[in-house]
């Protein structure tokens, strides 16, 4: 016997009053969104208008969105496990395939908005790294680094615990929310392009640790660099 369905929290409302972009969508699918998505709560984007979540029906909207909102990819029906991965590399948030539940989309587009509206009004400091959670603004040295979502998220997780090493499960699963093959060099990729553009904003080593056979790690600034990154 089916249970009644608990009243949902604050939070689970704020989220499903969220503002959606549908774009290049298959017209049936689109259709069926728009007549579905705002009987959940859910707003849609007109042209122009801010959104907090992008919901893209082709992986070139992924290059396309990734850097101003969240992207869940609507797929071809044919999609194969090769174009899931190269989406997500891409910075992907969340991939479905059509013929898809939704009601499971509505849950995967909750989730997501839920990951990017941790902690939204902290600033998290892990010298010479500091994100500020309100307006997405990630510094080294005061230095601006500019990240894609995935990659936002990714120093994130790492910054709030420096020196805590984070497997590779753990990572994949609390960002990309995705049971990825352990062989997948998407978080690898990740890695390596936070670790650059880290470097390039003025690090004054490698700041992202691969600690091997385990995971990585927000490595601490050696004694003896001061906050403005010049030696003592």
Known sequence: MATAPTAP???TAALAAATLLLTDAEPETKGFLERHLPDDGFRLAGVGAPFDLVLAGDVAGVDRWVERAPVIVLGREEADTVDRIHA???GCDDYMVPPFDYQELVERIRAVLRRSARSLYDVVDAPPVRIDTRTRDARVHGRRVLLAQKEYELLLC???EPERVFTK???LRDI?????DGRTRTLDSHISRVRRKLREAGGPFDLVENVWGVGYRLFPAPFGIE???APR
Do not use: I, V
Not at 176 to 180: A, G, N, P, Q, S
């Open 227 to 229: 906050e403005e990154g």
């Open 158 to 160: 790492l910054a709030r």
């Open 9 to 11: 929290t604050a939070a």
């Open 88 to 90: 997500f590399r891409r």
């Open 169 to 171: 499960a753990e990572l």
């Open 176 to 180: 990309w929310d995705y049971r990825l």
